[in-house]
Nanobody, 120 residues
Framework: QVQLVESGGGLVQPGGSLRLSCAASGSIRSINSMGWYRQAPGKQRELVARITSRGTTNYEDSVKGRFAISRGNAKNTVYLQMNSLKPEDTAVYYC??????????????WGQGTQVTVSS
């Protein structure tokens, strides 16, 4: 089994910054990609940012230039640096990983979610 543990959410004023962290552990052979999704009340879950094992990144348009995703040296951790936060960034943020758990078996795993609230 694989676990994703997130940290770093909280309450911040507009224009402020937060850094989310996610660490994957368990029966992991390799990780193809890790990323962050978010879900605001009444809305569908959406991709915020993703990074592949080769370091390729992609971002949702509204966060480009404000958010930065990176992976730790151990490659089983992922970070999301969020700057210039706006009220519309308020959501529950979920860590995601696409993990190889056996020779021909890849599976999606999700963290439990961390609340980010941007409000004055």
């Amino acid at each position: 089994q694989v676990q994703l543990v997130e940290s770093g959410g909280g309450l911040v004023q507009p224009g402020g910054s937060l850094r989310l962290s996610c660490a994957a552990s368990g029966s992991i052979r390799s990780i193809n990609s890790m990323g962050w999704y978010r879900q605001a009340p009444g809305k569908q879950r959406e991709l915020v940012a993703r990074i592949t094992s080769r370091g390729t990144t992609n971002y949702e348009d509204s966060v480009k230039g404000r958010f930065a995703i990176s992976r730790g040296n151990a490659k089983n951790t992922v970070y999301l640096q969020m700057n210039s936060l706006k009220p519309e960034d308020t959501a529950v943020y979920y860590c995601h990983a696409y993990v190889q758990i056996a020779a021909s078996s890849w599976t999606d795993y999700w963290g439990q979610g961390t609340q980010v609230t941007v409000s004055s």
